[in-house]
């Protein structure tokens, strides 16, 4: 098994960094380009094994991909309606890419024949029944192959009628995001109805953002009634291709390692290029987060800054994460260098992402030393008075590995198992880290 030690950084340091592409803008803006009709350049595209999956589904149905990795950009020919026919059926797979295998489902039903999504042993483990039951609802016929409400799913795709369709406790805003994404091309327009609090929200506002921006605008009423409701209404209408380009933000999410780095290492100071007040991403608001918990922050429209003075300390927090769940990682980690402990809750959907990890936390920073508990949907944290050296199991998890890399560069010993896994959303990660720190 291959392996990576961590060297703690040997003394402050202050970067400005530029993140590669965002990972869930770039899995949106591909389907978008390839509903469009006509020509769009991405630049600052992601390229890595989430993005390789959608670039390569969508080769494999037949649309045409110009990609040059050394320049991040693809260019993609998009067919509008006139999505590529199988009648014979035609299987694609999808990894372990989550963005991949549901806004492929929700695209796949606007065409016409037989289309098969399956992933890996991981992926079947991974529910999509709340994805298809809507789009059923929305006119949809699809089936389970082997276990219901999982994949693989075989779509008999006729066009989406439309008409009207409800998310309540939705497990994951990837759903919502896909009906959405498809829903301009149904038959008839679309309302989409959610019901209470949405797991993940900010993902939902990014991709009624960048449908605007490809040219399709949507209206959201809120509604109350025995229940708090937002029904988002979708009219019939075509995508515009981006014929100037569209840009692509760096990844907010991979950015929260270098900014929990900044802040865990005393006198330290990250600023990140392409994200700020202004950004797409909802997992910027990480750099709110550590300002919680004592580090200084700092916002522009096109930056963010975290950094740590001298003699400051971090503090342990209470907080709820359901907006930016792919931050608990990070901030579990950081958790490691605060006084007192940190609470994290209401984020249930971690127990079925790439790894339950909830578990996953639980048993690795014991390991390292931390008093750890857990309940279905959070997790508290208290630090060690000094950290175990240990070997970090990653449970193929890229954010897992990227996560306790962060607390390698504060304490000695620190071993991360498989690290090559962070090629889902980060190839170069472990040599953009030890760059950051030198």
């Known amino acids: ?16 960094l530029r993140i590669p592409g965002s990972k869930s803008i770039t ?38 991909l110009k990609m040059d ?17 199988f009648p014979g059926g035609i299987t694609l797979t999808c990894g372990n890419s989550g963005t991949t295998i549901r806004f492929l489902a929700a695209m796949l039903t606007l065409a016409t024949g037989e ?5 890996v042993a991981r992926m079947r483990e991974r529910p999509i029944d709340q994805l298809v039951d809507q789009l059923k609802v929305l ?10 409400g999982y994949p693989p799913i075989r779509i008999h795709a006729k066009g989406l009628a439309g008409g009207g369709c409800q998310f309540a406790d939705a497990k994951s805003s990837q759903y919502i995001s896909a009906v959405l994404m498809a829903a301009p091309l149904a038959n008839s327009p679309v309302t989409v109805s959610l019901l209470g609090p949405v797991t993940s929200e900010p993902y939902v506002v990014m991709t009624l953002r960048m449908m605007e921006q490809f040219g399709v605008a949507v209206q959201m009423h809120d509604q109350c009634g025995q229940t708090v409701s937002r029904a988002i209404q979708v009219p019939t209408a075509n995508y515009k291709p981006q014929t100037s380009g569209y840009a692509i933000e760096p990844d907010a999410s991979n950015a929260s390692y270098f900014l929990a780095a900044a802040a865990i290492v005393p006198e330290s100071s990250v600023t990140i290029e392409g994200l ?37 300390k971090l503090h342990g927090i209470d907080i709820d994460m359901n907006h930016i769940p792919d931050m608990v990682q990070t901030l579990a980690v950081v958790a490691l260098f605060a006084n007192g402990q940190t609470t994290i809750r209401n984020v249930w959907n971690l127990r079925v992402k790439e790894t339950d ?31 175990t050296p240990a070997s970090i199991a990653t449970y193929d998890d890229h954010r897992m590995a990227m996560a306790f ?16 896994c962070t090629a889902k959303t980060y190839p170069s990660f472990f040599d953009d880290l030890r760059a950051a720190v030198c």
Do not use: C
Not at 1 to 10: C, E, K, R, V, Y
Not at 139 to 148: L, P
Not at 358 to 386: C, H
């Open 1 to 16: 098994m291959d392996t990576i030690d961590i060297q703690p950084a040997l003394r402050p340091f202050r970067k400005t």
């Open 27 to 64: 899995n949106r803006a591909l389907p978008l380009a390839a509903l469009a009709d006509g020509e769009t350049t991405l630049t600052g595209v992601l390229f890595a094994d989430d993005t390789w999956q959608m670039m390569s589904a969508l080769q494999t149905l037949g649309y045409d």
């Open 69 to 85: 990795q050394a320049a991040r950009t693809v260019r993609i020919v998009g067919r509008g309606k006139e999505i590529p026919s």
């Open 115 to 119: 289309y098969v999504l399956d992933g």
């Open 139 to 148: 006119g949809a016929d699809i089936a389970y192959d082997i276990r219901s």
């Open 276 to 312: 700020g007040r202004k950004s797409l991403q909802g997992d910027v608001a990480f750099a709110d987060v550590l300002h919680q918990m004592g580090a200084d922050r700092t916002f522009t429209d096109n930056s963010v800054t975290i950094s740590t003075p001298a003699n400051a």
């Open 357 to 387: 990890r909830l578990a996953a936390l639980e048993n690795e920073l014991k390991k390292l030393g931390a008093d750890v508990q857990t309940g279905r949907d959070w997790i508290a944290i208290t630090p060690p008075p000094q950290i």
């Open 405 to 420: 890399a962060v607390a390698g560069l504060r304490a000695e010993g620190v071993r991360i198992e498989d690290p090559r």
